[in-house]
């Protein structure tokens, strides 16, 4: 290229081909500019989105979010609230909390504080009162667990005849009583206490040794931990009764979560959860069992959602990972996930301006607001409501998709969640085909969510054995509660029963036993 101080060539074929250098150079460099600005736009939302992640809200429950998917968008933001005039009295309004009374059926002890003979007279006339009525305070009495040793005698007995005639003599006793762990000081009671504990309470073995401590009993966590271990191998027939059971239903949801084991060759393992039916009990007929079941593997491949699920051919709702397409099951995606991605290209938006991620939020909060409607529905009702009124926005959403690939940068925030969106969109607009499909992936991450609180209290497992035994105990802790029963009881009746070796597991499962009162 000529410099400034060179002169032009005189030929006119030269100097278009100076023309066409400078211009190639020009758009050359126009290029890179536009290159660098969007490197520059990338590295600040990825700064954005890590400093949010150290410093902001973990979760999507703050006040902000939780008013994007609320009723609010019925309201008029532009009219201002009306400030009171100096006329006006300011009066609080807010009720004063009442609290819940306590319930009827606990015992109750009555402690009475009269006043003494010599006060029960008036003090003008000196006459004698009389008993019009009395003031009631009711306070909760903590009675600390009381710990007490079972002996089981069996006596023996022999013939004295045949002692005398010096035959051979025959002692009876009664049999030894099933127990969940022979020859062990282990009641089913205790047993249940220490399961729960840790597992729906996430109290670690070593801060339970240090509380049996305190009742003079001496417990190790190496032996609290055997136990637990021998626990699940007498509970595991029925966890692999639920498998089967769960195998049938039409829908699972699926979601796995990272776990550290200590002695394992490789140093990421995961915790899988599958899950039927809903969280808490349902009423109406023909609605699928509530299982939660966990499965622990060494790895994240896809043989493992694929061995656990077998010859499962029904629905399978899950999150963007690519490991279940090794699965037979029909992939449902999740909008949650979608919802996600926006609202991250939401907050590296610059302030005070709104831009496309407004405007997906917004829509997938349409969305959500016909699912609200529609919670209590039947599945066939269900699934016609949202033919009727889903699908049109979601034809809606797929047009906005397909346009704003072609307008936003690919790598920028707004342009990955734009193109996850379409990649995951065959499987996110299926929840339309069956009524008993959710349109998000939360039934699985919700039954995730007791592991994580768990771990982060005792942080890791041993051993893989370990880690087994922890998925079925997990399993029969998160199946009962969604089944409305209390953990504690339910496993003090399973560690009671199945010694027994019953014949059949079915009056055992958690919708066959009638709920206590908590």
Not at 71 to 97: F, G, M, N, W, Y
Not at 335 to 347: T, W
């Amino acid at each position: 290229m000529k410099t400034a101080s060179e002169p032009l060539p005189e030929n006119v074929e030269q100097l278009k081909e100076l023309l066409l250098a400078e211009r190639q150079l020009n758009a050359d460099q126009g290029l890179e500019i536009q290159r660098l600005k969007q490197s520059y736009q990338q590295i600040l939302e990825q700064f954005k989105l890590a400093q949010q992640r150290q410093f902001g809200k973990s979760s999507e429950a703050s006040i902000d979010q939780l008013g994007l998917f609320n009723e609010a968008e019925e309201i008029d933001l532009a009219v201002e609230r009306k400030a009171p005039s100096e006329q006006e009295p300011l009066t609080d309004t807010r009720r004063r909390p009442r609290r819940k009374p306590l319930p009827k059926d606990l015992p109750r002890e009555q402690v009475i504080h009269d006043l003494n003979d010599a006060d029960k007279v008036c003090d003008c006339c000196g006459h004698d009162l009389h008993r019009m009525g009395e003031e009631k305070l009711e306070q909760l009495e903590f009675i600390p667990a009381r710990i007490k040793v079972i002996e089981h005698l069996r006596p023996k007995y022999s013939c004295r005849h045949c002692e005398q005639q010096g035959t051979e003599v025959h002692i009876k006793i009664a049999p030894v009583p099933a127990t969940p762990i022979p020859k062990s000081i282990a009641t089913s009671s205790l047993l249940s206490q220490i399961i729960t504990s840790k597992y729906q309470y996430a109290l670690p073995l070593y801060r339970q040794e240090s509380l049996f401590r305190q009742h003079g009993i001496e417990l190790s966590r190496q032996t609290m931990a055997s136990w637990m271990m021998r626990s699940s191998d007498l509970l595991k027939p029925l966890y692999q009764h639920l498998h089967a059971l769960q195998l049938q239903q039409p829908v699972i949801h699926a979601d796995e979560t990272p776990l550290k084991v200590i002695h394992e060759d490789k140093s990421q393992c995961y915790m899988w959860v599958y899950c039927t039916g809903t969280d808490s009990p349902q009423n109406h007929p023909g609605a699928p069992p509530n299982i939660v079941l966990y499965d622990y593997h060494n790895s994240r491949s896809g043989h493992c959602a694929r061995d656990y699920l077998a010859d499962f051919s029904g629905y399978l709702q899950v999150d963007g990972y690519a490991g279940y397409e090794q699965t037979g099951a029909m992939l449902v995606g999740c909008f949650a996930h979608v919802r996600r991605k926006f609202i991250e290209a939401q907050k590296v938006q610059v302030k005070g301006k709104t831009g496309k991620a407004d405007w997906a939020i917004s829509h997938l909060q349409k969305l959500y607001r016909v699912e609200s409607g529609i919670k209590h529905e039947s599945p066939v009702q269900k699934q016609h409501i949202r033919q009727q009124q889903a699908a049109p926005l979601l034809k809606q959403f797929k047009d906005w998709l397909d346009k704003s690939v072609l307008q936003v940068p690919p790598k920028s925030a707004i342009g990955k969640a734009v193109a996850y969106s379409l990649r995951q969109w065959p499987k996110l607009e299926r929840y339309l085909e069956d009524g008993h499909l959710s349109i998000d992936n939360n039934r699985a991450e919700r039954a995730v969510k007791p592991f994580v609180i768990g771990r982060k209290n005792w942080m890791f497992s041993n051993t893989a054995n370990g880690a087994q035994a922890s998925a079925v105990l997990y399993s029969l802790i998160e199946t009962a509660k969604a089944n409305g029963l209390m953990p504690f009881d339910y496993m003090k009746l399973l560690l009671e029963e199945l010694p027994r070796q019953p014949e059949s597991l079915d009056y055992l499962l958690p919708w066959n036993i009638k709920p206590q009162k908590v």
